[in-house]
């Protein structure tokens, strides 16, 4: 069986320290903000980052181009590996298809190496959650055949919950109208959204109230999670800046359920950027999205 790595990129918000000890290979969009671009090298603390969101700044981001997945994927070919790589959902970026493009280019100069580029039709924890079970599948024996197939198999059974606490935010990204924008701030609302079957960003609910936003993840979780929730042992939270909340929606999905594995961690600068301070999201394996 030939040696194979499973790559992705930071949309995933997998911790740093995931990517080091489970070996897999990350590439990373960008940000400007306040005139200054942020590349990987560079990035400012995530808690800096929303703190100057909060006062005003509004970040601009950009999709992975082909040379820096290219710049990626190339020195694991020159080691003999294939590459698995689960790239951010095709509905949000034109990453997928700048990785599909690079990676067509690459296997013509490499033929004797494979690369397989999966839209996970995913983003934050979602995909990174997609890109957790594929690396389990690979740690546990399985061929990059086997995890790239079961990988496209079970993508539409990751679920993504999750409410935002400002709706302007999703307002400049063209998720709301500005009328809602407006009068969900005046009134207190809170929208409720998953990403659907095309990978697209789709409101679902709302709720009055941040607290109520909150639990209402939880409710629907129920409604989702179908014949996988006798089962559901792993379950990751992203926030956007929100630690203590974060930890609050964690502990009502243990009651719940038999939770063993957990991340809980920051909504990265790109997709921050669009959902702004406060976003809170849930993620899961379920029958349905």
Not at 38 to 53: D, G, L, R
Not at 88 to 100: D, I, P
Not at 272 to 288: C, E, I, K, R, Y
Request: net charge negative; glycine share 8%; hydrophobic share 35%.
């Amino acid at each position: 069986m030939k040696n194979y790595i499973i790559t992705t990129d930071n949309n995933a918000d997998l911790p740093e320290e995931y990517y080091t000890q489970h070996g897999v290979g990350c590439v990373y969009l960008s940000y400007t903000m306040d005139g200054k671009h942020y590349s990987h090298e560079n990035f400012m603390p995530v808690e800096e980052f929303y703190a100057k969101m909060r006062a005003g700044s509004l970040p601009t981001t950009a999709q992975v181009n082909p040379s820096d997945a290219r710049a990626l994927f190339e020195p694991y070919l020159k080691e003999g590996k294939d590459i698995l790589h689960i790239a951010f959902s095709s509905g949000l970026s034109g990453t997928y298809n700048s990785c599909r493009i690079a990676a067509q280019e690459l296997m013509e100069e490499y033929p004797e190496c494979r690369i397989t580029v999966v839209d996970s039709l995913a983003a934050s924890l979602g995909q990174g959650l997609l890109v957790h079970l594929a690396q389990k599948m690979k740690e546990e024996g399985a061929d990059m055949e086997e995890t790239a197939r079961w990988t496209e198999e079970h993508k539409k059974n990751i679920v993504h919950l999750f409410t935002v606490d400002d709706l302007n935010h999703l307002y400049r990204g063209g998720r709301v109208s500005r009328t809602t924008a407006v009068l969900g701030g005046m009134l207190n609302i809170k929208p409720v959204l998953h990403v659907d079957d095309e990978g697209k960003l789709i409101p679902i609910g709302k709720v009055r109230g941040r607290k109520k936003s909150i639990l209402e993840l939880v409710s629907l979780m129920e409604k989702k999670i179908g014949s996988y929730g006798s089962s559901c042992d792993t379950v990751f939270i992203s926030h956007g800046d929100c630690q203590e909340e974060a930890e609050f929606l964690a502990a009502k999905v243990k009651e719940k359920y038999p939770v063993q594995t957990q991340i809980i961690n920051h909504v990265g600068a790109t997709i921050g950027a669009h959902s702004g301070p406060g976003t809170m999201a849930l993620f899961f394996v379920g029958d349905v999205r």
